[in-house]
């Protein structure tokens, strides 16, 4: 089958893309306003973009107002990025409603915020790695209502629990456990992993 994006509901060009580019890890996000409010709300776009300096991007989708994460980090230049295991699900997704910018999701989905090291927001003390953030960069990539932007941050700050480390002091994809998102309320689990080494070419 052969369909053009342009001859089908945008929204069904969205759910085709989101259940086709699987699977998709989460980041959950916590940032802070410029008055102080602080937000917690999950992004299944997102994912690594830079090692050196180690960067993160996520993407917010166009809403009016502008959705609370991307507006406080363009006040604050500041986030950090939380990863979610198995074990945070349920509250990950608590996280996920349209609250108004007042509503702490903290709160509401009884996680605990921890003062981050270097920048405002604080970072989730449940979540086995949490990145702390400059901005470096917002693109507009579409200013349709299912558009969206890119932010891009650079880690300025790990946070790792010895619990997900492996003896080679990198995060074990078991231990860690991540949520996997999945097409439309769907997410998945890790239920194993392989390696297959690069060809060396002489």
Same mark, same amino acid.
């Given at each position: 089958?052969l369909?053009?994006?342009?001859n089908?509901?945008?929204? +069904?060009a969205?759910?085709?893309?989101?259940?086709?580019?699987?699977?998709?890890?989460?980041g959950?996000?916590?940032?802070?306003?410029?008055a102080?409010?602080?937000?917690?709300?999950?992004?299944?776009f997102?994912?690594?973009?830079?090692?050196e300096?180690p960067?993160?991007l996520?993407?917010? +989708?166009?809403?009016?107002?502008?959705?609370?994460?991307?507006?406080?980090?363009?006040?604050?230049?500041?986030?950090v990025?939380?990863?979610?295991?198995?074990?945070?699900?349920?509250?990950?997704?608590? +996280?996920?409603?349209?609250y108004p910018?007042?509503?702490?999701?903290?709160?509401?989905?009884?996680?605990?915020?921890?003062?981050?090291?270097?920048?405002?927001?604080?970072?989730?003390?449940?979540?086995?790695?949490s990145?702390?953030?400059?901005?470096?960069?917002?693109?507009?990539?579409?200013?349709?209502?299912?558009?969206?932007?890119?932010?891009?941050?650079?880690?300025?700050?790990?946070?790792?629990?010895d619990?997900?480390?492996?003896?080679?002091?990198l995060?074990?994809?078991?231990?860690?456990?991540?949520?996997?998102?999945?097409g439309?309320?769907?997410?998945?689990?890790?239920?194993?992993?392989?390696?297959?080494?690069?060809?060396?070419?002489?």
């Amino acid at each position: 089958m052969l369909i053009d994006p342009k001859n089908i509901p945008p929204c +069904t060009a969205y759910q085709l893309l989101a259940s086709a580019v699987i699977p998709r890890p989460i980041g959950l996000i916590s940032s802070i306003s410029a008055a102080g409010a602080v937000n917690l709300a999950p992004f299944s776009f997102f994912n690594a973009v830079c090692g050196e300096p180690p960067m993160v991007l996520f993407c917010p +989708t166009n809403r009016s107002p502008a959705k609370d994460t991307l507006r406080n980090v363009q006040e604050t230049g500041e986030f950090v990025a939380n990863i979610v295991g198995q074990d945070l699900a349920q509250q990950m997704n608590l +996280t996920a409603g349209d609250y108004p910018p007042e509503v702490n999701e903290f709160e509401v989905a009884g996680l605990t915020p921890v003062p981050s090291h270097m920048v405002a927001p604080p970072y989730v003390r449940e979540s086995p790695v949490s990145m702390e953030c400059k901005l470096r960069q917002v693109i507009q990539v579409s200013d349709q209502p299912n558009g969206g932007s890119i932010v891009i941050g650079e880690v300025v700050l790990f946070h790792i629990s010895d619990s997900v480390l492996d003896k080679n002091l990198l995060v074990d994809s078991a231990k860690l456990n991540p949520v996997m998102r999945l097409g439309g309320a769907s997410y998945g689990i890790m239920t194993g992993s392989y390696d297959m080494i690069r060809p060396v070419i002489k």
